[in-house]
């Protein structure tokens, strides 16, 4: 069975760092590509960092491109969103997903909280 | 990166019909058969629906359809039941390795 468990969300004050986790089991973590989504309180799903299955490529949307980095542990299967610069609008609930042949994100995490406030 | 756009809500009673658009681009949806759908109950993890415009995973009932014309996406649910009662998302790749959201529709059960 394929499960992706988040941590490492919490409160943060602006301008502050986090790093989020993502424990990947049921699968072999290097065949494939995987992505973070977030989704902030009353507001709709969010697209936020992808790494391709071989890892030579990430993506970041404009929003947190420069502040974010998405990187991989193979021989852990941890996927992992080490977050600088945090603002207020980075408050969400951010979701590990897993991302099939075509694009689609076939798996999801159940998501880990953060908030950023003062 | 402009979220795709979709209705903010949607109802239908037991038994009916309903359909949800998602409209965007020609960068996106219109560049790219390349539209997902995700059911999501608050609280829990999304759930792919229908994936490639209107292909569904296995386990996916088949009361959930997809469908494109141009770039505009429709998500159709038959045989309403009260289990549906969510939020709905649409998603298209937008090239460059990049993916854009729809705003998210909620739909009642009446």
């Not at chain 2, 109802?11 to 019909?17: D, N, R």
């Not at chain 2, 658009?21 to 759908?37: E, P, Q, R």
Request: with cysteine; proline share 3%.
């Amino acid at each position: 069975e394929v499960q992706l468990v988040e941590s490492g969300g919490g409160l943060v004050q602006p301008g502050g760092s986090l790093r989020l986790s993502c424990a990947a089991s049921g699968f072999t973590f290097s065949s494939f590509a995987m992505s973070w989504v977030r989704q902030a309180p009353g507001k709709g799903l969010e697209w936020v960092s992808a790494f391709t299955f071989s890892g030579d490529t990430t993506s970041y949307a404009d929003s947190v491109r420069g502040r974010f980095t998405i990187s991989r542990d193979k021989s852990k299967n941890m996927l992992y969103l080490h977050m600088n610069s945090l603002r207020a609008d980075d408050t969400a609930v951010y979701y590990c997903a897993r991302r099939g042949d075509t694009s689609q994100f076939d798996y999801w995490g159940q998501g880990t909280l953060v908030t950023v406030s003062s | 990166q402009s979220a795709l756009t979709q209705p903010a809500s949607v109802s239908g009673s037991p038994g009916q019909s309903i359909t949800i658009s998602c409209t965007g681009t020609s960068s996106d949806i219109g560049g790219y058969n390349l539209v997902s759908w995700y059911q999501h109950h608050p609280g829990k993890a999304p759930k792919l629906l229908i994936y490639e415009v209107n292909r569904r995973p296995s386990g996916v009932s088949n009361r959930f359809s997809g469908s494109q014309s141009g770039s505009t996406a429709s998500l159709t649910i038959s045989g309403l039941k009260a289990e549906d009662e969510a939020d709905y998302y649409c998603c298209s790749y937008a090239g460059s390795l990049t993916w854009l959201f729809g705003g998210g529709t909620k739909l009642t059960v009446l």
